[in-house]
């Protein structure tokens, strides 16, 4: 399994960032995908995941509102649309992969994980 993270960079602040997760060797239908971020000298921070129907989604509360996961099938591809955004969403944007239905939001719970993507939001 190999997860491919792309689309970091750096944006003013109420800018709009849409960050790739490219998936090889496993396929949607049976598996839950998250985003998480870790931001310089803080712990990773779950900021949202979406289940293998694609159905039901879950964000953390910095940013709920804001951004927004899709999955396109056809692609193995899922996406994190970042809206609004702020200097506090500086980080390291990590996409993960964990076989099952439910969004965890512990980190630790998932499988695998790809390289990270940076953004950078400038006030």
């Known amino acids: 399994v190999q997860l491919q993270a792309s689309g970091g960079g750096l944006v003013q602040a109420g800018g709009s960032l849409r960050l790739s997760c490219v998936a090889s060797?496993?396929?949607?239908?049976?598996?839950?995908m998250g985003w998480f971020r870790q931001a310089p000298g803080k712990v990773r921070e779950f900021v949202g995941g979406?289940?293998?129907?694609?159905?039901?989604?879950a964000y953390g509360d910095s940013v709920k509102g804001r951004f927004t996961i899709s999955v396109d099938n056809a692609k193995n591809t899922v996406y994190l649309q970042m809206n609004s955004l702020k200097p506090e969403d500086t980080a390291v944007y990590y996409c993960?992969?964990?076989?099952?239905?439910?969004?965890?939001?512990?980190?630790?719970?998932?499988?695998?994980w790809g390289q990270g993507t940076l953004v950078t939001v400038s006030s």
């Open positions: 979406i289940s293998n129907s694609g159905d039901r989604t």
């Open positions: 993960a992969a964990r076989r099952g239905n439910y969004i965890y939001t512990i980190g630790n719970l998932y499988n695998y």
């Open positions: 060797g496993l396929t949607f239908v049976t598996t839950t």
